[in-house]
Each structure stands twice: as C-alpha cells, then as structure tokens.
C-alpha cells in the first residue's frame, strides 16, 4: 500500500462520536505503536475487532519500515483545548479538508455508513450483518463487501477488509421499439441494371425511346422528294396492267415476269392498289411502313438475343442508314422485302425455344421476301443458321432439326409458289445469271465502305466484344447463364459476314447497279451485332455516353447526305406536262428513263407506244437491220417516233445517236427545253415532236 497522509480533519473526535468510541479507554497523545488492549480482546483504530491480536491503524505511513499513527483517539475522554488554539485547530481542519477536496474532486465519493458499535457485543456473537447501498458489512466474518465497482475503487484504500462482489444486474425489460412510421411515398425495388433486365418499366422506357427512333426516321424519309423515279414509274405502272389482267384478264402488254427482279403479282399490284386511291404520294408512305416495320422487328429481335440497350442500339443505327432513309420513301419492292425478311429472322429468335416446328412461323415471310425480291434469296442461308444457333443453347445438337425443318419449309413454299405462277426468267435475268458490267471491284467497296462502313465496323467491335465476353460487368450474376463461347463466335461471324454478301455478289457480276439498296439488306442482319458494339462502347452503366452518341450522329451525317445525293433525279413535272399535249394512243415514242412517261400518261397511251433508249432493233427504210445505237440513229433519221424525249444523262451512247439523227433532218423540231438540277449537275430535258 502507497504512504497516504491521513488528513488534518479526521483528527476531530467529534467526527468518531456517532460511532460510539465514548465506552472506550482514553488514549494518550503523542506517537505511540497502534496497540490497544480492552477486556482482553484487541481493536484496530477503526474500532473493529483484529482476530491475531494486533491493533492496527488505517491511515499510516510506512517509513524505515515502522508505522507510525499521525494521530491517537481517546475514547470517552475527549481532550480540552484553549479557545485560541481550538480556533486554529480548527481552522487547520478546514484548510486540510479544502485541500482534500481539491485532490479528490475527479473521483466520486461515496462515505460507508459502517454500523454502530453500541451493541457490537452482543451483535458479533449473533453475526450482525450491515447493509447500506453497495455496501456489506459481516462482523462474524470479518468481511466488507462492496457490489460497486466505483465504490470499491474509492474506498478499499482506506479498508483493510474491503473486497469487491460482482452482483448480476437485474434484467430490465427494454422498452418497445417505436413503430417507425408509414412514409408518404414508397420507392419501387430498383433492378441493379435496369437497363439490361426486361422489366415492365425498361420495357416501356424502351418503346418510348424506340417511338423516338422512329420518328426521326420517317422524318429523314420525308424530308426527300421529287417526283417519280424509273423504277419507280415501271412497277407500279406495270401494277396496273397486272391488276387488270387479274380483275379483267386482260392481256398484258409485255411479260413483266421476263426481266422483273421480283414477281410482278405481289408488290407491283399492290403499290398499284395503293396508286389508285392516294397517287405515288401513297405508294411511298406504304414503303415507309414497312422500313419502320423492320426496325422495330429489328429492335425487338436483337433485345431477344442480347438486351434492351443492344436493341435501341440497333435500331438507332439501321435508322439513319442511307438505304434505310431512301428505300423508306420509294415506290419499289425493296422497303417489302426488308421488311419480310426482318419478320422472318424475328420469328426465327422469337420461336428459339418453343418446339421444332414452331420455326416454320418464319418460313412464309422467307418465301415471300424472295418472291418479292430474288436478290432476297442470298439472305435465306442466314435464316437457316441462325435458327441452328439460337436453338443450340436450349437443345444442344437437336438444333440442327431446326435448321432443317426451316430450310425444307422454305424450299416447299417456294416449289408451291412457281408451280403456280409458272416460269419466271427474271430470276436469271436479273439475278442468277445477270449480265456483267464494267464497275471496278475498287470502287464498289469502297462505295460500300461509305454507305454502310460505320455500322459495319461497330458490328465487327461487337462481335470480337460479344466473343470475348458474353455480358459486361453491370450483370455479374448472369455469368453462369451465358451461352457457350463457340456459340457466340457463330453468332457473331453468322450476322456481320451477312453485310458482305451484297458487295462480294456484285463485285462478281462488276455492276454497281442498285448496290446502294442491296446493302441495307445485309446490315439488317448485321444491326444487332452493332448494336451490342454501341452498348460495349458506351460501357455498363453508361460510362461513356458520348461515344455511343458520336457514333449515331456519324452515321446520321453521313445518311443523310448520301440519302440527298441518291434520292436526287430529274424533275419531270414540266416535261410530262408537256408531253400531255402532243401524244395520244396512235404514235409511237422515244423517251430516256421512257417508264415515267408512260407512268404518267397511261390513260393517254399505252406501255408499248413507248421506246426506251437502252437497246433497239430496227429494220430501215432501206431494207437493212440495225441493232443497238445504230437501229436509234436510222430510226430517227427515217422519222418513225412521233415525239422524242431525251437528256443524256442515262444512256449517253443512244443520246449521240440521236443527236446524229437528228442533223439536218426535217422530219423534227425542237419544241421545247426543260431545264433540272440533280446530284450530278445540271441538265434539261429536250423534246423534238415530228413536224
């Protein structure tokens, strides 16, 4: 134990009277050894009992190993001071009392009341047991208790029979939590990539973004304008004709089937239909339905096989294509033929877990869109893959009878279909067998480059990226759920080789004839792999929106200005108007681009009055036979048309023919010139009528 200095205040006996020390011996003043004797039994200075005998005080310091009391108490026989040093007595008391205080202020105090010791006699031999607080006094044992820990720190000091009890607190019963209360307004759970998982609100966000996408493709188609193009005249005059003959049998004019690209009893009849009751205004609008037909067919197919963003991706793309943009405002059979073959290769996805033969859905639209369009044919093989692949991941090898049972569904459809409408030498005419031209494998790819590059390369980004990793990192808990690796190679070389089809075709019949519309077809098949490219680019949890955004608006640039320069053809308003004065349906007449004349005016003639400038046999008047320019030049130096029409920009080799006809001869006037401007420069329209 530390040395303590017992402080001057515990010298007062006034402090030891309510313990009852007054029945005991007085002591002497001064330092005495702390012994005291009484009835044989020896007390400490505290007045309790000491079981060997020894008196000891409490508060003592030890020195040179003797202790030593500062103060001795006599019992019963208080001291008498002076006043004046009772005064400083007492004074000394308080100054030591305000000190102790001081030293002792961080620590709470809390004073035992020890018992009274007026009947300790007969309360030792009984046990007496003292209780007060945390306090616990048994004078049998000799044992003072304390069940605090604070106030054993306080006071075991100054108790040499102090010892601390732990006592278990008593349970209490904590009070009932308070009902938190109902808030206004609940928040629905948030999927962690709401983007990527079909919920009912990414849904609707997705149809409002893709009613977006759309307006502003038919707003891109509707900005272009003029008036009718050749092939635009051509199938819907010939539509007519079909038209009748179905309704009336009458007897066509020529075998449109011999050199059509597609059947001229589907799409031709229908624009014809349509022609009849709203113009070519009508027949163009029709178109636009069925290029936004294809791209919502488009956004709903590659959101089946990838995911939403995937799908609006792709569907942003194919909309502010070039081929997209022109084929959704003109009056031919391509804007159907794309349309059926995205509802084809939709059914083909959509039917991808249902049973084998529910794949025969995507069939009829197959066969249909060849018959609309032969070139259509090259994309059939697609379908077919792609029905194995889809499949493969839920049937495993069974996938093949997919494929199969689409590939015979097609074939049998097809064989039904000409056996029915008999021989059709368009097919090889302007498809199989079509006669080769000059174009330069160069220049087709790189115009191929320019009008479907960017797509194509976001196509091949996300085929590598799809290959390389079948979901990005905002949907880690779908990794055990992704289809193998070799499938998505498959899928990926399936979709993106398809926008090469078109290029390499016409690369090998060198002719870039219609190339501009042929390759829409293929990035149909490849937009869903952009699409996912656009997705991977701009990152999970749209990390770098303004990649995404760059991209579109490149593509759209660049659609729109080459949608401008393809759409751009002669204006013939002043010239039909023209023309409607001076023939009727006995003459016979010379027209470049001859089909929109004929459209125009066919209630004033008939399709074979008109001759077009691409190639002509012809008999002279001096018994000789002419073929190609020459047959155009003796024709008109003998005056057999009764009005020709001509600009040059179509048939250059027929326009210097004529024009040498025309030298010196009498038979022509020219009777009026009607100026243009396309994409190409400026030109005019110019009419000799016979005099």
Avoid at 94 to 111: C, D, G, H, I, N
Wanted: net charge neutral; hydrophobic share 40%; aromatic share 12%.
């Amino acid at each position: 134990m530390s040395d303590r200095r017992t402080p001057t205040w515990a010298d007062d006996s006034e402090l030891h009277d309510e313990y009852g020390y007054g029945q005991q011996q007085g002591q002497a003043q001064g330092h005495q050894q702390g012994q005291h004797q009484q009835g044989g039994q020896q007390y400490a200075d505290n007045g309790y009992p000491q079981q060997n005998g020894q008196y000891q005080q409490n508060d003592q310091y030890q020195q040179n190993g003797q202790h030593q009391h500062q103060q001795q108490y006599g019992h019963g026989n208080q001291q008498q001071y002076a006043p004046a040093e009772e005064d400083q007595r007492r004074y000394a008391q308080q100054e030591s009392l305000r000190q102790y205080a001081q030293q002792a202020q961080t620590r709470p105090r809390v004073q035992p009341t020890y018992p009274p010791y007026q009947e300790q006699a007969g309360a030792h031999q009984g046990g007496y047991v003292s209780e007060t607080g945390t306090w616990r006094f048994d004078v049998k044992d000799l044992r003072s208790s304390y069940t605090d820990q604070q106030a054993y720190d306080t006071y075991a000091p100054y108790d040499p029979y102090a010892s601390y009890t732990a006592v278990e607190p008593e349970a209490v019963a904590e009070p009932a939590a308070p009902e938190p209360e109902k808030p206004g307004y609940t928040l629905p759970p948030v999927q962690e990539s709401a983007w990527a998982v079909d919920t009912r609100r990414s849904r609707l966000l997705g149809r409002g973004v893709l009613l977006c996408v759309m307006l502003v493709q038919a707003g891109l188609s509707l900005r272009l304008s003029g008036t009718a193009f050749q092939d635009e005249a051509l199938y819907i005059a010939s539509g007519h004709y079909e038209l009748a003959n179905l309704l009336h049998g009458t007897k066509l004019p020529v075998d449109f089937a011999a050199y059509f690209s597609g059947h001229p009893k589907l799409y031709p009849v229908i624009a014809a239909v349509v022609d009849s009751q709203f113009g070519l205004t009508g027949v163009r609008l029709l178109s636009l339905l069925f290029m936004l037909g294809a791209t919502g067919l488009l956004y709903s197919l590659t959101r089946r096989l990838f995911n939403l963003r995937a799908g609006l991706g792709a569907a942003a793309l194919f909309s502010v294509l070039q081929s997209t943009m022109v084929l959704g405002n003109f009056a031919t059979y391509d804007a159907a033929a794309v349309f059926l073959l995205a509802l084809s290769a939709w059914a083909v996805v959509r039917t991808d877990r249902m049973s084998a033969a529910a794949v025969l859905l995507a069939a009829p639209p197959a066969a249909l869109a060849f018959g609309v369009k032969y070139a259509s044919g090259m994309y059939l093989p697609t379908l077919v893959v792609l029905a194995v692949i889809t499949a493969h991941r839920h049937r495993g090898i069974r996938a093949l009878g997919r494929g199969v049972t689409l590939g015979a569904g097609i074939v049998a459809l097809l064989g039904i279909g000409y056996f029915f409408s008999g021989p059709l030498g368009g097919i090889s005419s302007t498809t199989t067998d079509r006669a080769k031209g000059t174009d330069t494998a160069a220049t087709m790819l790189a115009h191929s480059a320019e009008w479907g590059g960017l797509v194509f390369l976001a196509a091949l980004g996300g085929s590598i990226a799809y290959a390389l990793r079948a979901r990005m990192g905002e949907m880690p808990w779908l990794g055990a759920e992704t289809s193998g690796r070799w499938r998505r190679v498959a899928l990926g070389l399936v979709l993106t080789g398809t926008a090469l089809l078109a290029p390499a075709y016409q690369i090998h019949l060198q002719t870039e004839i219609s190339l501009y519309k042929h390759v829409g077809f293929g990035l149909l098949f490849a937009a869903p792999m952009a699409g996912l490219g656009m997705a991977r680019l701009v990152g999970p949890h749209f990390r770098h929106p303004q990649l995404g955004i760059l991209l579109y608006v490149l593509t759209l640039v660049f659609g729109m200005v080459q949608a401008q320069r393809a759409f751009s053809f002669p204006d013939s308003t002043q010239m039909t108007t023209y023309l409607s004065t001076v023939v009727d349906k006995k003459g016979t007449y010379l027209a470049e681009e001859q089909e929109v004349p004929a459209y125009y005016l066919r209630d004033k003639t008939n399709w074979t009055q008109w001759q077009n400038s691409y190639f002509m046999d012809y008999r002279g008047k001096d018994g000789k036979q002419y073929t190609g320019p020459d047959a155009f030049r003796q024709a008109v130096r003998d005056g057999k048309f009764d009005a020709i029409v001509m600009h040059g920009s179509v048939s250059p080799a027929t326009y210097e023919a004529v024009k040498e006809g025309l030298k010196n001869n009498s038979h022509y006037r020219l009777a009026a010139v009607f100026p243009f401007t396309t994409s190409s420069g400026e030109n005019a329209y110019r009419i000799w009528v016979k005099r």
